[in-house]
């Protein structure tokens, strides 16, 4: 055993530990190029048969739409911008092979009617569940992906019709952007709505403070209620200047009456009288010659008898002036205080004039104001109703068709050429296993490995056969 060994060592066998039961590379490449024919042969046939297949299947064409999404979103009511959230494409992606975009689509063309579209339908009678069912058959015809690292989406739709694709393909790119709009439209419409409510209700405060208004001047008969304008300001004028008369004539009414009481005392205003100041100094000379006389002459004295009538004379023509003085000054004094009195009834009556007049014009402001105020907050609601009702007609939609749908002139063959590569890979791939099956059902020895490996035997020559 030793011996033997030592042997095949010597001869260049392969040592007994790198020797297994499976088949090497090349061992296999031995196989399959010696039946290569039949594996070409399967191949062929593989093809041949799938392009038979292809040839009797019937034409199918695809027709692309090519929509932009811009990278930020416009908001009509708040005039702002935001950018697009993490995974908006793909929702809308979503949205586009929804039953919300694809429904619609199946009504207007009438999918339901259509073999392709219903074949395998058995769902009874139900219009629904054939609705159903066609708009699945459009799916599996709808693809919709994502340009490569861009914002375009690319919507096709496969179609035995090529004016059918088309027409198709436009028409779910022209619903989803339909659907889109609405989505952003529908809340704007209900605020509008609710705003259209609102403005009913303060348009009727604008109109009551509006008749309170009118109902105020048609009463009061004041046509302007602005302040400073329904007479206020005259009969204020008119209060200070009669406050500043009666003062005055309070005024002379005290000058009068001290006027009076000086006459009556004999001084002051009386003194300044020349004649009363003649009477006085005449009583005086007089008085003074009847004291000396009274010295020397009888009370009886002729002389005595004269001076005592010139000095009755006298002073009677003395008080006689001072009572004319003393009446004129009492008619001063009464003058004056009628004339007061007058001033202070005068007064009173304008005093209330003015304040029912403020009072008036209180009133006036205080309804102005209220119709300032609803007409303002209805002005502020109108304006910002426009913009909602502006929001309502602008489309928001931050998709756009770039390009629609045209009507494809040829069929689409991409799917034949997948069913042939497939075709070739399975042939290829059948023939090459229906080979390793044939050989280890019956094997031959086409190489040195075969007779090192399985037979463990070693070769001592390897001739090459030149043909």
């Known amino acids: 055993m030793n011996q033997q060994v030592e042997r095949r060592q010597s001869l260049g066998a392969l040592p007994r530990e790198y020797v297994g039961a499976t088949l090497s590379i090349s061992q296999l490449w031995n196989i399959l190029w010696a039946r290569k024919l039949m594996i070409i042969g399967i191949t062929l046939a593989f093809a041949v048969a799938t392009v038979v297949i292809v040839k009797m299947m019937p034409k199918v064409y695809s027709a692309t739409a090519t929509l932009l999404v811009s990278s930020r979103v416009d908001d009509p009511m708040s005039g702002k911008e935001s ?5 908006y494409i793909a929702t809308q992606i979503e949205f586009m092979r929804s039953p919300v975009t694809l429904l619609p689509v199946v009504d207007k063309f009438r999918l339901t009617e259509r073999k392709e579209y219903i074949a395998g339908y058995s769902g009874g009678s ?56 609405k989505r952003f439209l529908e809340p704007a419409k209900g605020r509008a709505v609710r705003y259209s409510e609102q403005l009913k209700g303060l348009k009727e405060k604008v109109d009551e403070a509006q008749a309170k208004v009118s109902a105020f001047r048609k ?22 200047d009669l406050q500043a008369r009666l003062t005055a004539a309070s005024q002379e009414r005290l000058n009068a009456e001290l006027r009076l009481r000086s006459i009556g005392r004999g001084d002051a205003t009386v003194l300044e009288s020349r004649l009363v ?29 004269a001076l005592q009538s010139e000095i009755d004379h ?24 009628a004339v007061e009195a007058r001033l202070r009834d005068e007064l009173e009556k304008v005093e209330a004039q003015v304040l029912a007049s403020r009072t008036l014009q209180d009133d006036a402001s205080q309804l102005l104001r209220e119709l ?36 494809p002139l040829r069929p689409n063959s991409s799917k034949g050429k997948k069913l042939l590569a497939l075709a070739l890979i399975a042939g290829g791939g059948g023939g090459c296993g229906l080979a390793l099956l044939l050989e280890l059902l019956n094997r031959r020895i086409r190489s040195r490995e075969d007779m090192e490996r399985d037979l463990q035997l070693p070769v001592l020559v390897q001739l090459q056969v030149k043909a």
């Open 314 to 337: 006298a002073r009677q023509k003395l008080n006689s002036e001072i009572s004319t003085y003393a009446d004129g000054a009492r008619a001063d004094v009464s003058a004056a205080r």
């Open 219 to 240: 009463k009061t008969g004041m046509a302007n209620l602005e302040p400073g304008t329904s007479g206020g300001d005259a009969n204020h004028l008119r209060l200070n």
């Open 277 to 305: 100041q003649k009477l006085k100094s005449e009583l005086q000379v007089a008085e003074g010659k009847m004291a000396e006389r009274r010295g020397v002459l009888g009370a009886r004295h002729p002389e005595i008898v």
């Open 126 to 181: 139900s219009p629904e569940g054939l609705r159903r069912w066609a708009m699945n058959n459009l799916y599996k015809n709808l693809k919709v992906q994502q340009g490569t690292g861009s914002l375009f989406i690319y919507v096709t739709v496969d179609d035995q019709n090529p004016q059918a694709a088309a027409q198709i393909a436009n028409a779910i790119t022209d619903t989803y952007i339909s659907e889109q709009e």
């Open 83 to 87: 950018g697009l959230d993490t995974g």
């Open 372 to 407: 300032e105020s609803a007409t303002k907050i209805y002005e502020g609601a109108l304006d910002a109703f426009e913009t909602v009702q502006l929001g309502t007609e602008i489309s928001t939609s931050n998709v756009q068709i770039v390009d629609r749908a045209k009507t």
